[in-house]
């Protein structure tokens, strides 16, 4: 430690006198003993102001110049170092460097940097601020033969892509085309791992998922997968699954997609058709996943169920009724859930049997299957009264559904049950599936419902409510009452932030329960007379005129 002082003493003097020579061999010092016992060095060059005058000794003509970036670099590795790094004015001039010819001074520039800005996204912010990004993707495609600056530039790429300030810095230049060439010249499986550790996040970027696409990323990933699908070595599951998440990940960009569509006639569609009767768990999950993202327009949609795609899908869910792999059930739903969106497609899959196949994950225990379950159904039977009335009148499913609609520790199922209850009763508009419902003890549930914080959930309920109320309002009499809907109208009614729809329809069922005594009486209780002529001057003329036509009925029957 002493020779250290002492090389720390002769550096202080030597870089004022810009003696090479002596700088060096004072140099050479330090990283002898930032290699000993780095943390002690470091702390001596701290204490010994020494980082001030480095930024002087960074001169890109200077031999010396690797040695002190390398210095930088092995001092930034201790965290308690990094800011005196910054205050010491070191990147300025390390940026500056990054415009060398010397492959030495550019790996360790980029070490140093690299490890100064190390977990602090204000500084990696500032070196995007400085466009450090384009200055790597040059030195990408100048230097992609140098292993070791290859290596900092994907580093340096897995760090700033991270932040969303950077994506559209790399939109600007040409990563795409540089990653996917140096993915192609990979063998190893480390380095294979290293470029996709930089594709990943660069992937959430719609414009850069279109770039990989258009620089040929997709045919590398099926290569990778062609070679891994039958691969038993960590190593090769490992790829699989990078390959055919990132695959997935291209498809979510619309253009990506669409793309690669083709109009259902692209190569790259039809391999991804070809992994779901795979018996790799991963190809069938990933291929399950692809095929919802393409079915994110209704022309797709329509061209892939005339394709025969549901079959495949249903037989996919039929070999994971035993087997139960909940990701691979739950892509499959979320892949036919979207096919059901069009009108066209509904009473073709639901001749296709989809609805039977879907019917046995009733039993599921888990949240994300019984979500996408849900939603299925709701997409399959809207606007198809048989099948909402078939549907509706199976107990099990009714009874499932008003146990789910307590589920309170799950939101997205609680709400997905009641709609499908609501849409149960709106789409058959049957007396037998409002009596199933009824005996299942639904109806409070659309109650409650009909309180959400969501207009449509809102709206939803307060129709299926006035089915209820129109086709069997003698069975439902007592649960209305039990979930008090009367006093829940009267809320809606009076709250100025509810929508003219949900006035509207609150009005509809207030005239659809007076046929009730009981319901009757808590109207008249409530004085609702004073609720409803203030709408009669409601800027919405319908919302006015059904006020004067409630006001009409109350007053008659008061």
Request: glycine letters at 6%.
């Amino acid at each position: 430690m002493d020779n250290l002082s002492e090389a720390l003493e002769k550096l202080k003097l030597a870089s004022s006198d810009s003696a090479t020579d002596s700088v060096e061999s004072c140099l050479d010092c330090l990283l002898k003993a930032l290699a000993n016992n780095n943390t002690e060095a470091s702390m001596k060059i701290q204490e010994m102001s020494v980082l001030p005058l480095l930024p002087g000794l960074l001169n890109p003509q200077s031999s010396c110049t690797p040695k002190v970036a390398n210095i930088i670099a092995e001092v930034a590795k201790n965290e308690f170092m990094r800011s005196s790094c910054v205050e010491a004015g070191l990147i300025p001039p390390l940026i500056q460097l990054l415009n060398s010819t010397d492959q030495e001074v550019l790996l360790q520039t980029g070490r140093a940097l690299g490890n100064i800005c190390y977990d602090s996204h204000s500084l990696q912010a500032q070196l995007i601020n400085m466009g450090v990004i384009p200055t790597l993707v040059k030195l990408l495609g100048i230097h992609s033969h140098n292993t070791a600056l290859t290596e900092m530039c994907l580093i340096a790429f897995g760090n700033l892509a991270e932040l969303e300030s950077s994506k559209e810095q790399f939109a600007s230049t040409n990563i795409a085309e540089e990653l996917v060439r140096l993915f192609q010249k990979q063998t190893e499986h480390e380095k294979k791992e290293m470029i996709f550790e930089v594709l990943a996040p660069l992937a959430e970027n719609d414009v850069i998922k279109l770039q990989l696409v258009e620089a040929g990323l997709v045919e590398c990933l099926l290569q990778v997968v062609a070679q891994t699908v039958d691969g038993e070595r960590e190593e090769d599951i490992a790829q699989l699954k990078t390959s055919s998440d990132l695959m997935v990940l291209l498809l979510l960009g619309d253009e990506s997609m669409q793309k690669l569509f083709e109009g259902g006639k692209g190569s790259v569609f039809q391999r991804v058709l070809s992994w779901i009767p795979s018996h790799n768990h991963q190809l069938q999950l990933a291929g399950a996943l692809a095929i919802a993202n393409f079915a994110r327009n209704d022309g797709n949609c329509i061209h892939m169920v005339d394709t025969g795609i549901v079959q495949k899908l249903l037989e996919l869910l039929d070999r994971h009724v035993e087997e139960g792999n909940v990701t691979v059930q739950h892509a499959a739903l979320s892949a036919l859930r979207n096919l059901a969106i069009p009108v066209v497609n509904k009473s073709k899959m639901l001749s296709a049997g989809v609805a039977d196949v879907v019917l046995k994950f009733l039993q599921s225990e888990m949240p994300p299957v019984q979500f996408k379950l849900l939603g299925t159904l709701r997409m399959l039977i809207d606007t198809q009264a048989e099948a909402a009335d078939q549907l509706g009148t199976n107990g099990k499913l009714v009874e499932r559904l008003v146990e789910w609609c307590e589920a309170k520790d799950h939101a997205g199922v609680m709400g997905e049950s009641n709609r499908l209850l609501s849409a149960l009763i709106r789409h058959s508009k049957s007396k037998e599936v409002v009596r199933t419902v009824i005996q299942g003890g639904g109806v409070k549930h659309l109650v409650t419902m009909a309180t959400s914080e969501h207009m449509i959930m809102q709206n939803e309920a307060l129709v299926a409510l006035g089915l209820i109320a129109g086709l069997d309002l003698v069975a439902a009499e007592k649960d209305f009452v039990g979930a008090s809907l009367v006093s829940v109208l009267h809320k809606l009614l009076s709250d100025e932030r509810s929508a003219p729809e949900i006035k509207y329809n609150s009005m509809i069922l207030i005239c659809a329960v007076m046929g009730s005594e009981p319901l009757h009486k808590e109207v008249q209780s409530l004085e609702f007379i004073d609720v409803v002529s203030k709408l009669r001057a409601h800027e919405n003329k319908t919302v006015s005129h059904q006020a004067s036509l409630t006001e009409q009925r109350l007053t008659a029957q008061s």
